[in-house]
């Protein structure tokens, strides 16, 4: 292990081309479509469509505070997501831990993004995604003590 680097080799998977419909949320839809051919850890390549809403968090260093945290956004209207990727992972109990990143814009151009959250992003009219099935390795996000946060660990399988 080269120091400051995690890493495990994973093996060449399918890829899973599809469209998520409207009213699903998108990391359910995502988690949805491993489900449906059987992926259990994956590479969210690709994704982008629209949202009726967004629910997502962002890494803010408040006023008179030297470390940064994750501060929750919401908004409530129609948004363009304009791009995602992430991991499809477990939790150490096995659930789903799906981590996804993204940028979203509004009908005046302003950009936002970061972390999005499960179950607070429903898909307004489409959201068109690619996903790489990794396989021979377990992506686990658990606590980190080093970071105090809850990070990915990628083992081989």
């Known amino acids: 292990m080269t120091i400051g680097v995690e890493s495990a080799v994973s093996a060449e998977g399918r890829i899973v081309v599809g469209r998520l419909h409207p009213g699903i949320n998108l990391i359910e839809g995502l988690e949805a479509a491993c489900d449906e051919h059987g992926i259990e850890f994956a590479a969210i390549v690709a994704c982008y469509g629209s949202l009726a809403g967004a629910g997502f968090s962002y890494l803010q260093i408040p006023p008179g505070e030297s470390h940064p945290r994750l501060v929750g956004e919401t908004v409530d209207k129609r948004l363009e997501f304009m791009g995602g990727q992430g991991l499809v992972c477990r939790a150490p109990d096995g659930s ?54 809850i990070e990915m660990r990628a083992a081989a399988d």
């Open 96 to 149: 789903r831990a799906t981590h996804l990143h993204g940028m979203v814009s509004d009908e005046s151009g302003t950009v936002r993004g970061g972390h999005f959250d499960y179950g607070r992003n429903p898909v307004f009219n489409n959201m068109d995604f690619v996903l790489r099935e990794l396989r021979g390795v377990r992506l686990i996000r658990e606590h980190d003590p080093v970071t105090n946060t």
